[in-house]
């Protein structure tokens, strides 16, 4: 690729060393002519950042949206879902590492104009777009073009991700952002530093920030991994700041594991510890708690908070049955909250 072909990066700055600071996320790599950062497509070329991954998806899908998992955002429509190489985290667990530990050159890339992004959007009727896969906070730049031409167009946009992200480039990056589905790895600084390469208060500091101080609609999934992250007392810490921070209605997912990537020695996650972990969730106090990566559509179905009617029956990512009146419940008229 030419020079002149690259998108030059947003959020940086050069120190007294001549060498580039990337601020996009808590990281900030320290970055010397010809390298690129942590997350790989962010590299120093003649003193400038450029974005490698602007306009360089490594695939399209079309995904139901509870897959992502977003229970209370568009429930049963569908969403374009892509993801570029490389991630700033550095995840021993997973699932989708031979994209997020990618070099560019090492996967299939396509080129897609953000234009060309809702254009796809539009022939197959999609009324969101999904950045996923690898962490969508590496190509920010992208992520805004798009969703800016998507909320012009009435599409809404998404972002999966671990919310590893500076302070000020997320105000421009969720600028026109929908929806957020991010992952919280665990509930200590011990697993995020062993396990991710990364520190836990920047990712709740983030959680905060969403919830708090933008209209984006915010769901939680925790990948609950054997020995690591699953004890009573951190699912019980977890649940009850999320409460305190969030409330008490952010929609909670709790994942199986499979053993993938640098965790292949552990087992996969139990059906009953996921069961486990969602008591302890309601127990502290949440509303709306879900299993994931089992089927069970009992604990994936939404039910009202008030009345105890199966409001939406899911069965793995289909929707089965719906009792919603626009956002209200279809028996006795209570609000249940997301995006409907």
Not at 85 to 98: I, M, P, R, T, V
């Amino acid at each position: 690729m030419l020079k002149q072909e690259l998108k030059e990066a947003r959020w940086w700055h050069v120190n007294e060393k001549g060498k580039i600071i990337c601020t996009l996320c808590p990281r900030y790599c320290e970055i010397g002519e010809g390298q690129p950062g942590f997350c790989y497509i962010r590299q120093n070329i003649g003193g400038k950042l450029y974005s490698l991954g602007y306009g360089k998806p490594t695939g399209f899908g079309i995904d139901p949206i509870e897959k992502k998992p977003l229970f209370h955002f568009l429930p049963g429509t569908t969403v374009l879902s892509f993801g570029t190489a490389g991630c700033n985290l550095g995840c021993k667990f997973c699932q989708n590492w031979s994209i997020s530990k990618a070099k560019l050159d090492e996967v299939t890339s396509l080129t897609a104009t953000p234009e060309e992004v809702i254009n796809l959007a539009k022939k197959y009727s999609t009324p969101s777009i999904a950045f996923t896969y690898n962490d969508p906070t590496i190509f920010g730049e992208y992520v805004i073009d798009i969703s800016e031409i998507a909320r012009s167009e009435n599409i809404k946009t998404v972002m999966v991700t671990a919310g590893y992200i500076d302070k000020d480039a997320r105000k421009d990056i969720y600028k026109y952002i929908d929806a957020a589905n991010v992952d919280l790895k665990g509930f200590t600084e011990r697993f995020y530093y062993k396990n991710t390469f990364s520190h836990i208060k920047y990712v709740l500091d983030t959680l905060i920030w969403l919830k708090n101080e933008t209209n984006v609609w915010l769901e939680i999934t925790t990948l609950l991994i054997p020995g690591e992250n699953d004890s009573d007392e951190e699912l019980k810490n977890e649940c009850e700041w999320i409460v305190k921070n969030l409330g008490d209605e952010v929609p909670l997912h709790f994942t199986a594991f499979h053993p993938d990537f640098k965790m292949r020695d552990k087992n996969p996650t139990q059906h009953a510890t996921l069961l486990r972990a969602k008591k302890i969730a309601e127990s502290a106090g949440i509303k709306y708690c879900y299993v994931g990566n089992v089927n069970d559509t009992k604990n994936q179905s939404t039910y009202c908070t008030n009345c105890g009617s199966l409001l939406i029956e899911r069965d793995w990512y289909s929707i089965k049955k719906v009792n919603i009146i626009k956002d209200h419940c279809g028996k006795c008229n209570h609000v249940l909250p997301g995006i409907f």
